[in-house]
């Protein structure tokens, strides 16, 4: 039997996995009443380990923000979980896509926050975008050892670690 890898998936995985330690989401808040303004980065691992940060509170703010954070928390779990899926197949690569495009649209301003002066996304969001579309595309060029995309059917391509019979 012999083993094939598809490397391009792997290496989109890496990326995945290197871009949760850069920063994915910046903040940047004024508070009612002349309150001092509120500012920071948060990295992917930030959402999905450090749960106390993730409560409005913590900042003096009231439940608005603490939404915000709890949905790019739940787009880093996406995330987190195509990745995982990616080691697999590279069909993960659209559940990286799906919780890229939420924490997107969870980034997004919502219409009378008048407080908040900027919730963005950072240079860990980039990454992981890239890495959803690194592995996508190894679906339809499958490169790596013992793999060639002019021969390989679609079923083999599915596959990150797929066993064929020596010919």
Not at 81 to 86: E, F, R, V
Not at 118 to 131: A, H, N, P, Q, R
Not at 136 to 160: C, D, E, H, M, Q
Request: proline fraction near 5%; hydrophobic fraction near 50%; aromatic fraction near 10%.
């Amino acid at each position: 039997m012999k083993t094939r890898i598809n490397i391009l998936c792997l290496c989109g995985v890496v990326i995945g996995v290197a871009s949760l330690f850069a920063a994915w989401v910046t903040f940047a808040v004024l508070m009612p009443n002349d309150a001092p303004v509120i500012a920071g980065t948060k990295s992917g691992l930030d959402f999905l380990t450090d749960k106390e940060a993730m409560d409005g509170s913590l900042y003096g703010m009231d439940g608005w923000i603490e939404e915000k954070f709890h949905a790019c928390q739940v787009a880093l779990i996406i995330f987190a979980a195509g990745l995982a899926i990616a080691l697999i197949t590279p069909i993960g690569g659209f559940v990286q896509l799906a919780g890229v495009l939420f924490l997107y649209q969870a980034t997004q301003p919502n219409e009378g926050l008048h407080w908040l002066h900027g919730l963005g996304t950072e240079v860990g969001f980039t990454i992981g975008f890239v890495s959803s579309f690194i592995v996508l595309l190894s679906i339809v060029i499958p490169l790596g050892l013992s793999l060639s995309y002019r021969a390989n059917p679609i079923p083999k391509r599915l596959f990150t670690f797929s066993r064929t019979k020596p010919t």
